[in-house]
Structures are given as C-alpha cells and as structure tokens.
C-alpha cells in the first residue's frame, strides 16, 4: 500500500555519524563511468527521445528511504534493467524508513545534496520551503519537454495534476498512486482491520463476538484457557501497533461512537484525531465518548487482555511481526490491514477478520490514492533533461507496474499484453516478497490500468471486497480530503499541530496503560485549547470549505 507511503513516521536521531552509518552505499559497477553530476552532460551525448537517453553512460546520485526487507536499490533486478534501457546509473544512498526522514533532513540543512531525492516524501511543508529557496527545482518545464509519460498522464487525468501542483501554480514533484477503489470503497478508506484465532475460539467452544464486550470476554478466555494446550500461560490476547497508520486501536473506539486515527507522520500538515460530519471538523481527540472509549480499554490493559509492547514498538513492524510467528502459536487477535503479515501466510487461515460491531462506527480515513511523496530534483542536478528521462520511463503503464510490485519475470508473467502475477512460492508473505523486488516510489496506476493491464494482487482484490461488503455499510460519510495548504497555512500548522498531536498521542498511551483520563480531562482539554486546538481546527475547516467549494 503505497498510500500508506505517506504516513510513515521517523525516529529522531541527534548525530549525522549515526544516520550515515544506517546507510549504505550501492557499490560501483565496474563499467560506469565516473559521476557525472558536477558537469552537464555535452548534448551530443543526450537523445531527446529514444533510448538509451545517453550514448556514453552517465551517473546520478539519488537518495531513497528503503523498507526493510529490500535490498540496496542498485541490487533491484528492476534498476540493473532501467539502467540497461537509459545508460544511466544511479549511485544510490539508501536509507531504512524509520531513519530517511532525519538523513533527509540533515542532506536539506547542508551543501551535500544528491541530485534526486527518489521516494523523497517531501510535507507540503517542505515542498514550499526548499521550493522557496531554490533547494528543488520546477518541474513544469521538463515535464512539458522531457517526460511525455507523465505529461500524457496530466492530460488524462487533469485533477491529479492539480493535486500536485503548488498554490504557486508549480510542480515540484512527481505523483505516486495506485487507484485501488474510488470513495468509501477505496482500498485506504480503512486500514485497520481486527482478525481472531479462530482456531481458538472454535477449540473453546466461543462464538466470534458481535459487540466489544462479548470481545472482551473472549479475550480473557485466551488469556485463561491455554487455547494453545501448551500448559503455560503465554496466549497474548491482543496485540496492536499504538499511534500506526495502520493496525491502531483507535479503529476499536468507534464502538464508542467516535473513532480514532493517529499517524504521528513526518508531515506536520497531516490529518490526524480529525473527523468531519455534515461538513464541519472536529478534533475526536476531544469528545467524551473518546474519554469513555480510553477509560475503557485501560481496564483491558489492566486485565492482561492487551500487549503492553503494543506501545514500545515504535513505529517498527518488525517486533510486531514476530508476534504471530512464535513457535507456538500464541496470538489471540491483532489489528492490522491483512492478516499474512502478521501470522504469515500458514497460519492465516487460523485468524477470522472480524466485522464492526453493531452501532460500531469505522473511520473513513483519509486514505487518498494518491501521494504528492515522489521524486523531487535538487539544484545541484546538472542534467536535470537526463533525469527528468530518467524518471518519466517510469510513469509508462507496464513500467509503473513493475515498479510497484516487481519486474516481469520476477514478479509478472505477461500474456496478450497484460501482466499477469506470478504464483508466490509455499511460505511466501505477498507484502515480504513486494518488499524486496520492488521500490514502491514513483509511478501511477489508474483504475483503468486495473482493468486493461494488470489485475489487482489477490490481497488488494480480497482487501478491497472487505472494505466494500463488511466496512463501507457501517463507515463516516465524510473524509478529509488530501489539502495543497496554502504557504499561509501550512506555516500556521506547523507551528500548532506537532505539539498539539505529541501531548494528544502522549496523554492517550499514558492512559491506556496507567489510567487517569477522568482525572486529568478538564486540564487536558484546557491544555489544547491554549496549544491552539480552535485556531487549528479553524485552518482546516476553511480549507475544507474552499476545498468543497472548488469541487462543486
């Protein structure tokens, strides 16, 4: 989920040295010349159209987050293919996610910047700051020129152009997106689905739970019962990811009425605690039901019935994927948007997805398909025509494909024009395999290449018919759409919501573990308000309003 791309969070780290060290360089490859990026390439060695887009092979230097199971970009079997097509090489800095955004950080503060930030991720924020300053370039002219991919992609589409373009009018950066459903049914609308061992509840003699307190009493019998027979009391009842994109508990507190999504992204501007109903925003962060909802799930906490290490995973999945991967099984339930990942793919047939409780109100989240997080060129790109080639391969249909989920061969079979995906091996997650043979970072996939190039992954179909059948009959009928802010506003929140979200996502885990919300409500809520919660509640409603108002 590529959507998902935007909402990742970065562990704050103090020391370059400690950055650099996460790194790591892709090794030269012995028949490519020396970097090229200090000096613009003669054009006798540039086709305008065509490929190879240079005669004599040219280099550029990209730095690109990498989730964790890929390997160095420059080892991608898709990369040693482009470059074979282009005759341009990337020197690639490859940075782990949870650490991208403070090497990206630290590269924009200093003069040693790469020519491409790939993957780059950039906030609103940043795109109008380093656009500002000249850090990045318009992309404007060289689309026009240079990348009749992305320029026809425009031309079909004309609101996604908008959505990338700056209130300047500008293009700073390249659109990412996978048009997976449209509305309510898109395939972001709802990423956090809860599964149970049904394997459990069945040697139990339980039935799936229709409301959250029947959850709660199947829970304490995970915890009491030794579902799993090995004699010890090692079941884990509940598992999430606290303050995730995805897998959150905040999902759960819509049996209260109202609930609850918390990111805690790199994008100040970000929607977060944010619901919108009859067109008006509200923070769900401050409504008593959310109290109530906290207040009770701490007694969860309490009981045992929830994982205290749901809230020292720290953004990383990985610790959290091992929960469903113990030799013996001793996972109750977890929350996250496909069962595989958790429990692999052998055991998933053991968990049942389970539906909303009755009144239960699901989140329409703001799961746009779209992202303005792709490539972004820096001033320091002597050959920004090579570049921008470079890149527009990559908004071609078939070629955006394989970025996305992998190369043909690899990934793809492709029979009368269309890719077909190939069969994973026994034992193979779908999301672990994506992970290592494709970046993920640039391309767009309309709905209509759905239909006419490449199916769906059997798990988006499946995810999708859930978000449809079981999701969409009890969810929000409004959203927060994906806003361009103004620079005006944009520097209003950034000044607002990262305090304001900390000490609302701080005050929420301390109260599920350590209770206290009944006592602390009053000050809390007094707190906000003096952070600024009116001021900025009042910037996204305007925004909303004008946003509405333009799509009439």
């Not at 003699?205 to 829970?219: F, G, N, Q, R």
């Not at 090995?230 to 609930?259: C, H, Q, R």
């Not at 968990?351 to 320091?380: C, D, E, H, Q």
């Not at 000044?495 to 900390?502: C, E, F, G, Q, V």
Request: contains cysteine.
């Amino acid at each position: 989920m590529k959507k998902k791309l935007t909402t990742i969070t970065m562990v704050t780290m103090s020391l370059s040295l400690v950055l650099a060290a996460c790194s790591d360089k892709t090794p030269e490859v012995k028949d490519t010349v020396a970097p090229q990026n200090s000096e613009k390439v003669a054009a006798k060695n540039f086709n305008e159209s065509g490929y190879p887009i240079v005669k004599d092979k040219v280099t550029v230097k990209m730095v690109s987050p990498k989730a964790p199971l890929a390997p160095n970009y420059g080892e991608m079997e898709i990369f040693k293919r482009l470059e074979e097509q282009t005759n341009v090489h990337v020197e690639w800095d490859n940075v782990p996610e949870a650490n991208y955004n403070d090497k990206k950080n630290i590269l924009l503060a200093s003069s040693n910047l790469p020519d491409v930030f790939y993957g780059a991720r950039f906030t609103d924020n940043d795109l109008m700051k380093y656009s500002k300053d000249g850090t990045i370039i318009p992309l404007n002219d060289l689309i026009d020129k240079y990348m009749p991919n992305v320029k026809k992609l425009f031309e079909k589409r004309p609101e996604l152009k908008a959505f990338v373009t700056a209130p300047d009018g500008k293009i700073y950066s390249l659109p990412v997106a996978e048009e997976l459903g449209k509305g309510q049914a898109g395939i972001g609308s709802n990423p956090d689905f809860l599964f149970l061992n049904k394997a459990w509840l069945d040697k139990l003699s339980l039935k799936m739970p229709v409301s959250i307190e029947e959850l709660h009493d199947v829970l304490s019998a995970f915890k009491t019962k030794d579902p799993n027979g090995n004699g010890k009391a090692d079941e884990v009842p509940m598992s999430f990811m606290n303050t995730f994109w995805t897998g959150d508990i905040g999902y759960l507190f819509g049996a209260f009425g109202v609930p609850d999504k918390t990111y805690q992204p790199g994008d100040n501007s970000f929607i977060e605690h944010l619901n919108v109903k009859d067109g008006k925003v509200n923070y769900a962060a401050t409504d008593p039901k959310y109290k109530e909802a906290v207040s009770y799930f701490h007694k969860w906490v309490e009981e045992g019935l929830i994982d205290k290490d749901s809230f020292t995973f720290n953004n990383n999945p990985a610790p959290y994927f091992a929960k469903g991967k113990t030799k013996d099984v001793t996972l109750g339930s977890y929350l996250w948007w496909e069962e595989t990942e958790i429990v692999g793919p052998d055991r998933a047939k053991d968990y049942a997805l389970v539906p909303p409780f009755k009144g239960m109100v699901v989140k329409y989240n703001n799961g746009s398909p779209w992202s303005r997080g792709g490539p972004v060129i820096t001033k320091v790109n002597k050959n920004p025509e090579i570049t921008a080639r470079w890149l527009d391969l990559q908004y071609e249909p078939k070629m955006a494909a394989q970025l996305h989920w992998g190369p043909i061969g690899v990934a793809f079979d492709e029979k009368d024009g269309k890719l077909v995906q190939k069969p994973l091996d026994a034992g193979v997650a779908a999301g672990e395999f994506r992970q290592k043979v494709a970046p993920n970072m640039t391309g767009v996939i309309l709905a209509e290449d759905f239909q006419n190039l490449v199916a769906p992954e059997p798990r988006a179909l499946e995810r999708m018919n859930r978000i449809k059948d079981t999701f969409v009959p009890q969810m929000e009928k409004e959203n927060y759409p994906s806003i361009f802010f103004t620079p005006e506003e944009l520097d209003k929140i950034s000044k607002i919501k990262p305090d304001l979200a900390k000490l609302t996502n701080e005050k929420r885990s301390k109260w599920l573990m350590e209770g206290g919300v009944e006592k602390e409500w009053d000050s809390y809520l007094t707190t906000l308000k003096k952070m600024g919660l009116d001021d900025l509640l009042k910037i996204y409603q305007d925004a909303l309003d004008r946003y509405n108002k333009a799509s009439k």
